[in-house]
């Protein structure tokens, strides 16, 4: 009763905080009004097409499409697709996380960049590579071993592309927590009688282990999503992505592919709750008490040589497909001519210098938006009070969960009339890359504004410093890591973006991505490999940049957020 | 053979440890040092921070490898006995308990390893919750434990194995001052019941007064001294140990007169016999006088040296008063037992400082 009574009073005391400050007020409509029209609309006008049938609601593409055992088979096919991918990379990505946060294995530093390496390469690199080392015309399996074999389209050259496209993010997912995992605990199993591997299956993998589903559940919802590489290597394998595009734009079945984008987000939606509501709140409290922190002496030197070839490994292979694609770029025709040339560079640059330069104008021009406004809803969500606050939060995180073909599909839906029409513009384009990467500003910005505890903050003011030094002083400091790492994803993100735009682009505004596929389709693929080439380039100069400009280590842009 | 066994029961023989970090900067951690534990006693090792106790303690738990010397227990060279087969289990200073096993399980936890039944195993938390004092409490999480509660888990977790010997790492350092107290006499009174030795590193000298058969004090990776904590206490054989364990003060002085067994020394134009010890001295060098606070008295009679009181602090059973003298501060402790009353000064008063000089100790400076 009491209760009751003292809630309302609270209510309404954080509804007289946002009517009192007015910038405030005026800050979160407006923001909410953008979430709302970008992400929610879309979503809405896409579940609305698939749900209807001559303007009326209905199941019956839903129906038609579990009740036909073609679409069934790219449902399981992906189901499949996505638990081995899963499994294998976040196996992949573990050791390589324990062999660096643990095992503190020589080289550790170039380990560390190459278990992210992959991350800031276009969508469908690895798949152009596999083609050229692997497919019918393969470097190793037409010339060195004389095969003649197809069998790296389908199944088995999705799975090798993805699980390296993919382990960075079970990587990124469990470095952190192994380390976080002190090593006296370690120490302590051992003291108590645990031989190394008892003392890695009682203690280090069970704390470990809401990591590893974690990382599981994203890699799982990454192989589901991902479109670039099916498309490229999928063959015969039909996914469920790949269908949905084929369906929509290919066959003109608008209600069909928009159905099938709306069975994508299912499981997205699903491990996005997942990921909020239950995993943290199952990680363990770190107890409290100095820790000695010192090296955990729980990998014997036999482990630690394991971990390092394995590591080692890894890594020459994930180079190993670098190296094709530069190779690629400069082989006059692969598999039959060898010889050196740079017409690959004349044509690619000829059709696609105007691509390059317009897909690197729209990332410009969204990444500093998106960074602005993530951190903006962060300092909104953990600094403000106010009732409704909670939908700003879960908006704000909520295109994290939307694959991007439904984002793509809801979007040409959505802005391809009156009053919002836009489709063709640069203006969608930009609009895609602001609200599908600024969870991760928004992410990054709460991490690192909740460490800034109201403590120093107010220690500060008491010294005499006004709010605002204190914010230049203080805060701005203190978040600018999370701000430049949210920056730089964001940039590499739009750089990369394929499965969302791919419903978007238009003659004036292609998309460099968009146009590798289409050579690659045509089998140009040293055309593709130039652009694919540039590609990275662009990326790793503008890292380069963002690092030498702000002196953040390539571990603080990278390992902020995940 | 028996009894050399019991008197040598933990031998550490010209221990080194060098960390080096690969790129040519080695850190001699611990310097050569040689201790004889002796079976059933409870060992301090008493140093500043960073003087190498820690190291010390892991290279007995075998976390780290001595770069030279040897470790043997009960006559039986250890140094390559892996960590997990020492059975000398470790108090941490973070405790380390497993935050997703219960109390239960993490008391349990050397026990299962062991593969001893369920029945023993039920038995022996039960008896080693019953003696710490944790009944109750088995199946929470160590996050849910006060700071308090967390420490006897950890200490449960040792005893439970009914180890000959137990290792401590500063287990009393995160709780406060009350606790601490309360705990240590805890700790103390379980060691001896169960006739376990313990080897106990700490920097807080009373906790190391209060408990231990034997301190061993540790200075900059090398021992300083040796001994129970009276001999300790009241022979320091250096200027580290007598600042370290009693506060000593320090007074400056000049050697006038080498005696057969005594010495004379100059203060403020007075003379002060000291007796000698194994260190030479010369006429006229200079040295360190140093004395314990509560064995300076001053008054306002002219009975002795000149000194000014700086600031006097009433601390209940106690009254501790600063005293300015020969251009520098020392410190004068007064019992404030019934009987005597608290002795009023002014503060910035001339006074007169009187030394018993049966605890004068002379160190070369
Ligand atoms: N793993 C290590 N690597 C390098 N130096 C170390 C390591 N462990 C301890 N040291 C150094 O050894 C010295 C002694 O440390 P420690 O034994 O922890 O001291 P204490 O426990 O007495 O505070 C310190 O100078 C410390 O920096
Ligand atoms: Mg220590």
């Known amino acids: ?562 | 053979m028996e009894q050399n066994n019991n008197e040598n029961y933990l031998v550490l023989k010209d221990i080194t440890k060098v960390f080096s970090d690969g790129r040519g900067n080695d850190v001699t951690a611990v310097d050569n040092i040689s201790l004889t534990i002796k079976k059933g006693d409870f060992v301090t090792l008493l140093g500043p921070s960073g003087c190498g106790k820690t190291t010390t303690l892991r290279m007995v738990a075998g976390f780290e490898l001595q770069t030279a010397g040897d470790i043997a227990l009960a006559d039986k060279l250890i140094n390559n006995v892996a960590p997990f087969d020492r059975n000398m289990p470790m108090v941490f200073q973070s405790y380390a308990l497993f935050p997703h096993l219960t109390i239960f399980e993490n008391i349990a936890y050397g026990l299962k390893i062991r593969k001893l039944s369920k029945e023993v195993i039920m038995n022996d938390v039960a008896m080693v919750s019953q003696m710490v004092n944790l009944v109750g409490l088995e199946n929470r999480y160590p996050g849910e434990l006060s700071g308090g509660q967390q420490q006897r888990v950890a200490l449960a977790r040792a005893l439970v194995l009914k180890p000959e010997i137990i290792l401590f790492d500063e287990p009393l350092s995160n709780l406060d001052a009350k606790l601490r107290i309360q705990t240590r006499t805890e700790i103390k009174r379980v060691q001896q019941m169960m006739g376990i030795t313990a080897l106990y590193v700490t920097h807080d000298q009373s906790e190391a007064l209060s408990m231990s058969d034997q301190i061993v004090i540790m200075n900059r990776g090398e021992i300083a001294q040796v001994g129970s904590p009276e001999e300790i206490y009241n022979n320091p054989n250096s200027s580290f140990v007598a600042d370290f364990i009693g506060n000593a003060n320090f007074i400056d002085a000049n050697v006038s007169e080498i005696g057969s067994d005594s010495l004379t020394v100059t203060v403020q134009g007075k003379s002060i016999s000291v007796g000698k010890t194994t260190e030479e001295f010369s006429e006229g060098e200079e040295v360190s006088l140093a004395i314990k606070p509560e064995a300076v008295d001053i008054s306002l009679e002219p009975t002795g040296f000149l000194g000014k009181l700086d600031v006097s602090s009433f601390l209940g059973s106690i009254t501790e008063y600063k005293i300015e003298f020969e251009n520098s501060f020392i410190i004068a402790i007064h019992s404030n037992t019934a009987g005597h009353t608290m002795k009023h000064f002014k503060m910035g008063e001339e006074v007169h400082v009187d030394f018993n000089k049966d605890f004068f100790h002379i160190y070369k400076k």
Request: proline content about 3%; charged content about 10%.
């Open chain 1, 1 to 562: 009763m009491a209760n009751s009574k003292l809630k309302r009073r609270l209510n309404k005391n954080s509804f007289h905080q946002l009517t009192s400050d007015p910038a405030l007020f005026i800050g979160v409509i407006l923001i909410l009004a953008s979430l709302v029209l970008f992400i929610v609309y879309p979503l809405y006008a896409a579940a609305k097409l698939s749900l209807s049938s001559d303007g009326v609601f209905s199941l019956s593409q839903y129906q038609y499409i579990f009740t036909h055992s073609y679409y069934r088979k790219s449902i399981m096919n992906s189901v499949m697709l996505g638990v081995i991918v899963a499994t294998l990379a976040t196996f992949v990505g573990f050791i390589f996380a324990y062999a660096i946060a643990k095992g503190k294995i020589r080289g550790s530093g170039f380990f560390q960049s190459m278990a992210i390496l992959p991350i800031i390469s276009p969508p469908f690199m690895f798949a152009l590579s596999v083609i050229l080392l692997f497919g019918r015309n393969g470097l190793i399996t037409a010339k060195l071993l004389h095969l003649d074999t197809s069998g790296v389209y389908g199944l088995k050259g999705l799975v090798i592309v993805q699980v390296i496209t993919m382990y960075p993010i079970a990587y990124m997912t469990l470095v952190g927590i192994l380390q976080g995992i002190d090593p006296d605990l370690e120490t302590c199993a051992m003291n108590l009688g645990a031989k190394r591997f008892k003392t890695f299956f009682t203690v280090t993998l069970p704390l470990a282990l809401p990591g590893i589903f974690a990382s599981w559940l994203l890699v799982f919802v990454g192989s589901l999503t991902d479109f670039g590489n099916p498309i490229i290597i999928g063959g015969e394998f039909d996914v469920l992505s790949v269908r949905a595009y084929l369906e929509f734009t290919g066959m003109g079945n608008l209600p069909r592919g928009a159905a099938l984008a709306m069975l994508l987000l299912v499981p997205t939606v699903g491990v996005f709750f997942i990921q909020k509501y239950i995993i943290k709140n199952k990680a363990y409290v770190t107890i409290t008490g100095k820790s000695s922190r010192r090296g955990s002496t729980s990998v014997t030197k036999g482990a630690k040589n394991g971990l390092f070839i394995f590591t080692l490994l890894v890594s020459l292979f994930v180079l190993l497909f670098y190296v094709t694609i530069i190779s690629g770029s400069f082989i006059k025709l692969w598999s039959v001519d060898w010889s050196l040339t740079f017409k690959h560079f004349v044509y690619a640059f000829d059709v696609g210098l105007t691509t390059l330069k317009n897909t690197l104008v729209l990332a410009i021009v969204s990444t500093p938006i998106t960074a602005v406004l993530g951190m903006v809803i962060a300092f909104i969500v953990v600094r403000k009070s106010f009732a409704g606050k909670q939908v700003l939060d879960f908006l704000s995180m909520l295109s994290y969960a939307i694959p991007g073909t439904a984002v793509g599909i809801g979007y040409i839906l959505a802005f391809n009339k009156a009053p919002f029409k836009l489709s063709g513009t640069a203006f969608i384009l930009v609009a895609v890359y602001v609200f599908r990467n600024v969870p991760i500003g928004v992410q990054g910005g709460i991490a690192a504004l909740k460490q800034i505890s109201g403590d120093i903050e107010e220690s500060s003011t008491n010294l005499g410093a006004s709010t605002a030094y204190t914010f230049r002083k203080i805060t701005l400091p203190l978040v600018r890591p999370a701000f430049f790492a949210g920056a730089t994803f964001a940039f590499v993100r739009s750089m990369t973006a394929i499965s969302a735009i791919i419903f978007l682009v238009s003659a004036r505004w292609n998309h460099l991505t968009v146009l590798i596929l289409a050579q690659t389709e045509i089998m140009r693929l040293g055309a593709a490999s130039v652009l694919s080439f540039a590609l990275i380039v662009v990326i790793m100069v503008f890292t380069f940049i963002i690092m030498k400009l702000t002196g953040l280590k390539q571990s603080q842009i990278f390992g902020t957020t995940n």
